[in-house]
């Protein structure tokens, strides 16, 4: 009884015969004889060009395993019009020739073939597109809810970079003379007062009429130097006493304790001193 392999070549032209000695030998034949290329037929196929140069030039290590390479190859006989299931069986007792000259011995049987389409190499998307499109999706996605709601999401870092903005005057009330800490205070008019803080029973108010450095003493505290402009407004609280030298005459109207009090003239020292409560009634 013939063999399978001799079926194949009994089938085939003393020309192919010549030409083709091996399967593979015969699929490239038979792929050149109808105009195809590898690229071509790896496209109809789903058969990587890889495969296909293996199977043809029986680079049987370059190949996966046995059943994949019966299906590849059966695909691709049957694909060129002839019978790409023989052919598969005789690529494979070619390879077991090849390799250990016979030593290997392989039990084939035809109803478990694996389907040709169950064989096609599945196309890859790699994981750079995978993850771009899902990134585009992610931004498209954020950008219409916060068109739909309105929202700005930098509002909040916009907010945090911004930063505090301090009064000039209370900065200027609030300097020390010479880099010393005292516990003397001056504050704006309209600041607010923490309303824990102890009722003081005397409470001083200078709006200056002109340009002049001040020194303020309060309950014989150390002295704290001021620099008082045209226009602005001071008020210190105290609980005995509060002094204030002026540098320049007639530079501030002065009140205490909501009673306005005369600018006062200068001493026999030659300085514009205000003593309170001296120059109260009273005193």
Request: charged share 25%.
């Amino acid at each position: 009884m013939a063999t399978e392999k001799e079926r194949i070549r009994s089938s085939s032209t003393p020309e192919q015969e010549k030409l083709a000695p091996t399967i593979g030998a015969r699929l490239r034949h038979l792929r050149e004889q109808k105009g195809l290329s590898v690229t071509e037929v790896s496209e109809k196929t789903h058969i990587s060009c890889s495969n296909i140069h293996a199977i043809e030039n029986e680079t049987f290590e370059k190949l996966p395993a046995d059943t994949f390479v019966r299906g590849l190859v059966t695909l691709y006989g049957d694909f060129l019009e002839s019978n790409g299931s023989d052919m598969a069986v005789i690529f494979l007792e070619e390879r077991d020739q090849n390799q250990a000259r016979g030593k290997r011995k392989r039990f084939f049987r035809n109803n478990n073939s694996l389907a040709p389409k169950r064989l096609a190499e599945p196309s890859h998307i790699s994981s750079a597109t995978l993850a771009a499109v899902l990134l585009l999706i992610i931004v498209f996605s954020f950008t219409s809810f916060c068109a739909y709601t309105g929202w700005n999401p930098f509002e909040y870092f916009l907010k945090e970079s911004r930063p505090a903005v301090i009064p000039l005057s209370e900065t200027i009330a609030q300097e020390p003379a010479h880099n010393t800490t005292s516990a003397a205070t001056a504050f704006p008019a309209d600041s607010a007062r923490p309303s824990k803080q102890r009722q003081k029973p005397y409470t001083l108010t200078a709006v200056f009429t002109k340009n002049t450095g001040v020194d303020v003493v309060i309950d014989g505290k150390k002295p704290v130097h001021l620099q008082g402009t045209e226009g602005k407004e001071l008020r210190w609280k105290a609980g005995k006493s509060i002094r204030l030298y002026f540098d320049q005459p007639d530079s501030a109207t002065i009140t205490v304790n909501e009673t306005q009090v005369a600018f006062p003239a200068r001493n026999k020292n030659g300085r514009l001193t205000l003593a309170i409560p001296n120059i109260l009634p009273g005193n």
